[in-house]
Every structure is written in structure tokens, then in C-alpha cells.
């Protein structure tokens, strides 16, 4: 079996001391930049990139890697502790995490989702090494008219991640994608809405958004007079640190499809994890028998999504080893890592250079055991960091958010953007409207409008093209399909309120 | 007057890389601290490894470390507006490029600098060629029949890009405009994406720089009809040239330099200007750059004097060329 | 996130036709955001021919969002809702100017000045706040944080006040 003499080569290669420990400092790093909010993984990739200079190119890209799924692990940890999102793929993990630390079960949503990845990151490598090249024609089956599809689909994934009003849930997703309009067009450079700012030239950057309507304004939120008890209730109240069997019996079938679903996902070029993540969540609401659950702490909405986006963060591998194209920033990173090693990866990649591509691939593995064993005791660290008094707390992840958001672009524009979005965000919580919706839309927004854009040109403003490619139009059917589902009992309910009315 | 001094600054500058101590007498003990260079486009793009790999080189010349700073947005024009603000003590440097300092004039006519009047020019460093690319099963053998073809079916072809203001877009601009035909052109978000879609068959060609292609071409997963530059390029010895393929008019490279913000002092331009030269003239940095498919300029283009003529050149240009584009 | 202040909520000086001025207040600033992006997106060129021109979708969405906003608002004034919560000024005023210090801050003062100033002015955002241990937990996290981000990630930032090292 080559499959096999390619593995054992790859081991050989991962388990060199310098590639261990290039390894180590990679989950090392990843888990901190996972954990800072606002720090995000192209960030720290980018700075790091001229240190790979001096070191061989296999552990430079060992550690590289390392970086980008290590921060998959630590993006929860904010999540699920302050309901601060680390990583954009993240958002969701607070929806259901954060709760679960407010019922003092913080122990076992850090741990959760950290199993989660695990077992994702495990399958995912499996993946990578048995069918990558297989499935990078699915990276390439999916032309502009597919992703439009898929993002349509991912919008009423959206709708249904609504915990309270759907009409508001769908405001605010359109909301998010107005904001994501601001910034450059992409076929004219036409500028938008950029009130000639020029850091809005290139539109609102995610984590600005999300650091703002999440972060600045859950602080903001706690400061108010009457959610002091709230908070002292989370202080408190502490129980156990690991998942109950019962909790692990129920995340069994979570993490399973959020890895398939992830896995599936991470190959698409383009934000794969973000969405992952969202669609994994939906999935699992969809499911559950009690979706009223979700959103107050149910343990699935965190093994899912996290184990979703770790799976995906894997995947993504896929068509930069197969086919030498980078599908998202990172990747792009990565190929520039190696550029600087003087390796231009192309289709041949893995038969010209088999020491990268299965070192690093059999690091991967490597690299996820590591990070479950660095984050499962870190979990009581970080429990423990929740008794900290929230008079101290605050100032910190106010200075850590700001810090963060500046190291994007060393912009000091984006930190008063992510400030203002606080206030927005603080009023958002007000009036009852969700910030989630929002970010998802500001996701999907621009690869909406993109590809919308270039299939009809290809097509000559034919807009059939969406039904007549069968895997654009099996994906709007799903949609179609989701959104029957999920306006039906909507409107069964509003039938019931009006009956309900006209009685009293 | 001018290669005196630059002369002198090799000589200070190599006596420093021998002996750390030493500080170069001229040019205000210039440089003492650590020197910024903005790279206008993201980690890991051509711009950011030619630069890369030239300055870790100039760096030791100097005997002080050069940071890069990428800052993205707005193809390279939010970097290069900072660098044209910065304060002209030759801390702050930026490598601009076709696109920067000269493809943006015409495409943004609201920009905030001007390459001429805003910045000093320091160095060439190096070039990338552009290719003319197309997917595997495109009906066209060779570059003639792809013009007569494109000529032919000008309703019917789709170009790509890689976004307004980009090398490929800005090269795709100047090869339609030679062709005299105005071809749909589908933006995508960077080469990779637009990569993706010419090895999925999606689009029909496009223009792009040698660093991202010639993997895709040697797996046969795409095709190249010619290179833009007067002579064939290593890398890819198959792939005539654009001169020899019949369509000479048809000349682009990506050429990546370095600029002060304007004022520097011609002492400080000369020292950059030497420690560049010597990197490009170090075997181990030119053997990286070959390796990238990079021109790397002969001698008489290295002089900050050239590169002037050489912005001014390309901007006239390329503004004909994009001038009715945006 | 969307559980309700525990405070009672201010007087409604809406009318009396207003059920739910939670809603209607939210939709009609909907409403406005969305107004605001038409303005915003007006000079933009829209459809030419097949091809969507750099206005179609903002404005697109615009339409989407005022609709949606409308219908916010009308919900508000068919159905009973709650009333409109209690903000509160101390909060946001300081977190926000926080923000901001830090954000004019970082690049002529750098790093070390500017996060702990950032520290305790956002302190000032809470009436719990003891002095002596904030400014003994800010200095210490500006400590990490000038050796964390630095050093550790490699991000350039400055890190002290520009005429210090001039």
C-alpha cells in the first residue's frame, strides 16, 4: 500500500526532534492567538513568516500549521468564558457556550470543545491523506454560480439560528449584509459607502465587527446597573470541570456531524471554516428535539461547531497540497512560506517534495494530540480565571480586544470602528436583536454579491445558469427545502397568536 | 557625482558588514535604529518575497534589521499613502510596484500621493514577467491563433482577474487594449482564486506574474502562449516570447522597487541604494530570485535616477491603457 | 445576551398606541440605517445591461432592510412588548472613551502608555472599581502585554512614546 509507505515516510519525517518541536511551539502559539481575542490567525502567520526564514521549510510549515488549528482550539476558550469570540469561526461556539459558563458549567464546554476538535482534527487528517486528491474536485467542480448557491443556503441556515423573532433575526442578517457592502466593488473599485475613509477602502473588517458587537458590547452590557447579580452568579456557582457521561452521550452525534459537515466545508475556497461552523450549528438545532434548548446552553451547540471548524481548518489543506492553490488567507501564507524556501507548490507538490506535504500531514495528527493535551488541563486554569473579579476583568479584555484589533492592520481606525460597534452592539441588546445573524451576513454578503456577480457575466446575464448546473441546483433546492421548514411553524404559531387574540 | 557617492556607500557599507563596530562615517551614521520597510500587499505575494529576500540581505549591509510591515487594502494605495506621509529620515520605506506607483495614477483619480512628486526613488530590485495564460482545453495552439480567436470571438470570451488594480488586471487591460478587443473580465478576490477558476475551466485566460503559473503550466493543468518580456525565461524555456510569438507590442513586468517618502536626504538614498545593489549582486539572493522566475535589472537600471525614468515611463503607459477602465 | 436588565424599564414616551416600543423604536432605527445607506450608496452606478453595477447590491439590501425594519416597527404597534430598556451612561462613556484614547494613543505614545491609560479609563466605567488594585493589575498587564505581543507574536507595535526614543 503506498497510502501507507507515504504515511510512514510522513511519521518519520513529523516525529525528527526540530519537526516535534516545531510542532509544540506551533500549537503553542496557535492556542494563544486562539485565546487573544481580535489576534487573528493571518495576523500572527504573517508576522511569523519572516522567522521560518532561518529554519528548514518542512518545520517551517509544520509550525505554521500548527498556528492556524491551534488557534481553531483556543478560539472557544473567550467564547465560551467572557462571550468574547477569538477567531471569527468561533461567533457561534458563545451562543450556547457562554451560556453553559453562566450555569457554572464552563468546565465542560471548554472541554467539549476541545474533544470535539480533537476528533475532528483526527478524521480530518485521515481525509487529507486518503481522499485529497479525490476531493479536490470538488474544490474545483464549484464555479461562481455553485457558491452563490451554497451562500443562499448558507442565509437560510441564518434564519433558523434565530432564538427569538425570526423577522428580526432576518433584519439583522441583512443588516450584516449592508455592512459588508462598505469597502472597494469588486468589478468596478468603485468605492462604497467608504465616506472617502480610506481604512474602510477596503470594507469593515470581521473581527472590527465582531469584536465590537460581541466583545465591546457584552462589557459594556455587564456594566449596567442591574447585571451585576448576573455576573456574580457565574463567579460563583462552579461545578465540575469535565463532561458528564451524559454530557458525552449527548455530544457523541454533535461532534460526528460537525465533523463531516466541516470537513466538507473547510475544501471550498473561501471563508470554509466561518461558515462551517454556522452550518453546523443550524444542522444541530435542526435536529435536536428541543430546539428551544439551543441558546441556553446546550451542550451540542458547542461540540458541533467547534469540532466543525477544526475539521475544516484541516480540510483547507486539501487543495493547497493537491493543487498548489491556496484557498483562503492563511493558506495564501503558506504558499508564500514556501515561496520563501524557494518550493512553489503546484499540482505536483506532493510528488516533488513528499517530505512537506506527508510531514506535514502526519504532523497534523501529531499536532492535534499536543493541543488536546496542552488545552484539557487548561480548562480548570481557565475556569479558575472566571472567579477573577469582574471589576478587573473588564479593563483587561477591553485593553486585550484593543490591542488585538490594532495588530490587524495596525490601524487605529479600526479600534474606534470596533469601539463604535460596541455602542451599536449595546443597543442591538436593548431592542432584543441578535448580533449573530449580523456577523453571518456580513460572512456571507460579499461572497454572495461576488459570485452572484461573475456567474452572470459568464453567463451573459442568464440567470438559469443557477438551475441548470445540477450542483448549484441541488444546493438551492436544499435551501428551498430548509425554508418551507422553517417558515411553517412560524406560521402555524402566528395562526394559534391570532386565534389566541380574537378569543380575549 | 551621483555613483561616487553610491561607490563610497558600497565601500562604508561592505566595511561595515565585516567589522559590526564600525559605523559609516557619512550619511549622519545613518542607519542606527530599525528601518521600516512597508510591503503594500499581503505575506507570501511576489512583492512581499522579493522583498523579503532582498532586504534580509540589505540588513546585514547595513548592519540594522529592516521589519517588514504589510499593510494591505485598496490594491497597495492605503500602504503606499502611508509610506508617501511618513517622515522622510529613511526609517520609513516602502516597495512599491507597477501597481503603486504607476497602473494607480489612472485607475484611482482620487489618490492621495503622486509617485513622482511624493517619493524618492531608491532602487530596483526585481521584476516578475507577466505571462499570458489560458485554460488547458482553450481552443488556441499558439499566441497567433489566440489573437485571431480572442479577435474572433471577442462576444464570446471571458478574461479573469485578480481585482481591480491588480497586476493581472492592469497587464489583462494593456493586452486587450493592444488586441483591440474588449473581452467580459471577471474580477475574483487575488490570483488564487482566479488561478482556481483557469485550472476548473471556468474563465477562458488571463494575464498573470511567472511566480504563481509556472507550477500549474509544467503539470499541464493550465497553458502559457507567452511570456511579456524581451527574452525567454528560465524557469519556463519552452514559452516564447511575446516578440518572437509575433505580438512584440505586448511587453509587461511587475517590477517591484524601493521609495522614500520625498525629502529623504540623497545620503541616506545612496546607502540603500548601494546596500540593494550588493544584495542583488550576492549569489545566494539571486539564485532565490531566479527561482521565482524573477528579472533581476542590469546594472545601468539599479540607479535611483533610472528607476525615476522608469515610473515615469509607466505611467505613461499604463495611463491610456486604464484610464477608460475606471 | 438577550435576557432583560433586571431594572425597571423607563416610562414610555411613546403614545399609547405603541404595544411594544422595544420593537417599534428598533425598527424604526432600522428604518434609518437603511435610509442612510440608500443616501450613502446613491451615487453609485447601478445595473448596465446583464452586468450589476457597483450600486445594485447596497441598494438592494438597503430596500431589504427598510422593508424589514418597517415590518419591525409594525409588529411593535400590533402586538404588546416590552417596554424600552434603562441605558445606563457610566458604562458605555468610559469603555468607549477607552477605546478611543487607545486608539489616538498607541502610535504617538506607544504601546506600554497607551494600554495603561486605556486600563484605567475603562476602570472608571465601573463604581466597583478600587484604585490602588487597579493600578496595581493595569501596570502588571501592561508588563505582559509589551513582552506577549512583541515578543512572543512578533507584532510590530511601538512601544513607548515616540519623543522618548527621538
Known sequence: MELFANLAHGFAVAFSPINLLMCLIGALVGTLVGVLPGIGTIATVAMLLPITFGLPPVGALIMLAGIYYGAQYGGSTTSILVNIPGEATSVVTALDGH?????????????????????????????????????TKLALAFGPAEYFSLMVLGLIFAVVLAKGSVLKAVAMIVFGLLLSMVGSDIETGASRMAFNIPE????????????????????????????????????????????????????????????????????LPGGGAVIASFAAYTLEKKLAKDPSRFGRG????????????????????????????????????????????????GPQVMQKQPDLVWGMIASMWIGNLMLIIINLPLVGIWVRLLRV?????????????AIGIYSV???????????????????????????????????????????????????RGDWSVFLSRPLSAVLLAIAAGLLVLAVLPALRAKRDEVFVESEG | MMSIRSLAGACLSAFAALSAFAAPASAQNYPTRTITMIVPFAAGGPTDVISRIVTAHMAQTLGQSIVIENVVGAGGTTATTRAARAANDGYTLITGHMGTHAASVPLYPKLAYHPEKDFEPVALLAGTPILILARKDFPPKDLKEFVAYVKANAEKVNAAHAGIGSVSHASCELLNSILDVKPVGVPFNGTGPAMNALVAGQVDYMCD?????????????????????????????????????????????????VFAPKGTSPAIIATLNAAAIKALDDENVRKRLLELGSVIPAPANRTPEALATLVKNEIAKWTPVLKPAS | MSDTPSEAPVKSILPEWVRG???????????????????????LQGMHGFSFGAGTAPRMFAVLLLLLGAAVALMGVLKDGPNIAAYSWRGPLFVS???????????????????????????????????????????????????????????????FPRFLIQ
Request: net charge negative; glycine share 10%; proline share 7%.
Open chain 1, 99 to 135: 451560556q453553559m459558563a453562566k450555569q457554572g458549567r464552563a468546565g465542560p464546554a471548554l472541554a467539549i470543545a476541545a474533544i470535539g476538535s480533537f476528533f475532528a482534527g483526527c478524521v480530518a487528517t485521515v481525509l487529507i491523506a486518503v481522499l485529497g486528491a479525490p476531493l
Open chain 1, 409 to 459: 492592520n495596525n490601524a487605529p481606525v479600526d479600534v474606534v470602528l470596533a469601539g463604535a460597534f460596541g455602542l451599536v452592539g449595546y443597543w442591538l441588546i436593548k431592542h432584543d436583536f441578535e448580533p449573530a445573524p449580523l456577523l453571518l451576513g456580513m460572512v456571507l454578503g460579499p461572497l454572495m454579491e461576488e459570485n452572484l456577480r461573475r456567474a452572470l457575466l459568464i453567463s
Open chain 1, 298 to 345: 446546550a451542550i451540542e451547540g458547542v461540540a458541533s461547531p467547534e469540532s466543525a471548524n477544526n475539521a475544516a481548518a484541516q480540510t483547507s489543506f486539501i487543495p493547497l497540497l493537491t493543487l498548489g492553490i491556496p484557498p483562503n488567507a492563511v493558506m495564501a501564507l503558506m504558499v508564500g512560506a514556501m515561496t520563501i524556501h524557494g518550493i512553489v507548490p
Open chain 1, 389 to 401: 473579579p469582574y471589576r478587573l476583568m473588564f479593563p483587561s479584555i477591553v485593553v486585550f480586544c
Open chain 3, 21 to 43: 416600543p422595544q420593537d417599534f423604536i428598533g425598527g424604526l432605527a432600522m428604518v434609518a440605517v437603511a435610509l442612510f445607506a440608500l443616501w450613502a450608496s446613491s451615487d
Open chain 1, 200 to 267: 474602510l477602502a477596503d470594507g469593515l473588517g470581521f473581527a472590527t465587527v465582531a469584536m465590537g458587537v460581541f466583545g465591546f458590547a457584552e462589557i459594556i452590557r455587564n456594566l449596567d446597573h442591574g447585571a451585576e447579580m448576573d455576573r456574580n452568579l457565574v463567579q460563583q456557582k462552579i461545578t465540575g470541570l469535565m463532561p458528564t457521561r451524559k454530557d458525552l452521550v449527548d455530544s457523541t452525534p454533535a461532534i460526528l456531524r460537525g465533523t463531516v459537515l466541516g470537513s466538507i466545508l473547510g475544501i
Open chain 2, 209 to 257: 506574474q511567472i511566480v504563481n503559473a509556472v507550477p500549474q503550466i509544467n503539470a499541464g493543468t493550465i497553458k502559457a502562449y507567452a511570456v511579456a518580456t524581451p527574452e525567454r525565461n528560465p524557469s519556463l524555456p519552452n514559452v516564447p516570447t511575446t516578440t518572437e510569438a509575433g505580438l512584440p507590442a505586448f511587453q509587461a513586468q511587475a517590477w517591484n522597487a
Open chain 3, 97 to 159: 472613551a477607552a477605546i478611543v484614547f487607545f486608539a489616538v494613543g498607541i502610535r504617538p505614545f506607544g504601546l506600554v502608555v497607551s494600554a495603561f491609560a486605556a486600563f484605567l479609563i475603562a476602570a472608571l466605567g465601573s463604581h466597583e472599581t478600587k484604585w490602588i488594585e487597579a493600578i496595581i493589575v493595569g501596570a502588571c498587564l501592561t508588563l505582559g502585554c509589551a513582552l506577549l505581543f512583541p515578543y512572543v507574536l512578533g507584532l510590530p507595535m511601538p512601544m
